[in-house]
C-alpha cells in the first residue's frame, strides 16, 4: 500500500484522537494536497516546522495502528467483502435472488465501515 494510502486510511480510523492542531494539518497535507509552505504561511509557522509535526503525527498514528490494528482488520473486511462479491457474481442466473440478496448484504457492510 502507498505511503499517503496509509496514512488517509490511519487518519480515518484515529484521526479524531489527534490535537486540533494535529488533524487540520494532516488533513491539509494528505486531503487537500497542500505544500508545506502553503500550510505553514496562513499559520505562521516555518515550512521545517509543519514537516516536523507532520512526521510526528504519523509517527502517532503509526503506534495506534500497531496498538490497535483497525486500519489492518478494515482493510481485511473490505478484501473479504469483496471476494464475497465476486463469488456471488459467479453463481447462475438461476441463483438471482441470492445472488442480489448477498450483493445487497454486502454493500450494507461496507457502508457500516
Do not use: H, W
Amino acid at each position: 500500500m502507498p505511503k499517503e494510502l496509509k496514512f488517509v486510511m490511519l487518519l480515518d480510523c484515529y484521526g479524531e484522537l489527534l490535537t486540533e492542531k494535529q488533524r487540520n494539518v494532516m488533513e491539509l497535507y494528505y486531503f487537500e494536497d497542500l505544500s508545506l509552505s502553503e500550510i505553514g504561511e496562513p499559520l505562521g509557522i516555518t515550512r521545517q516546522a509543519i514537516l516536523n509535526l507532520i512526521k510526528r503525527t504519523e509517527n502517532i498514528l503509526q503506534n495506534y495502528e500497531n496498538k490497535l490494528g483497525f486500519a489492518r482488520r478494515l482493510e481485511g473486511l473490505r478484501a473479504c467483502f469483496n471476494n464475497i462479491t465476486e463469488s456471488a457474481d459467479e453463481l447462475s442466473d438461476d441463483n438471482i435472488n441470492i445472488k442480489n440478496k448477498i450483493n445487497s448484504e454486502v454493500r450494507k457492510g461496507l457502508d457500516l465501515l
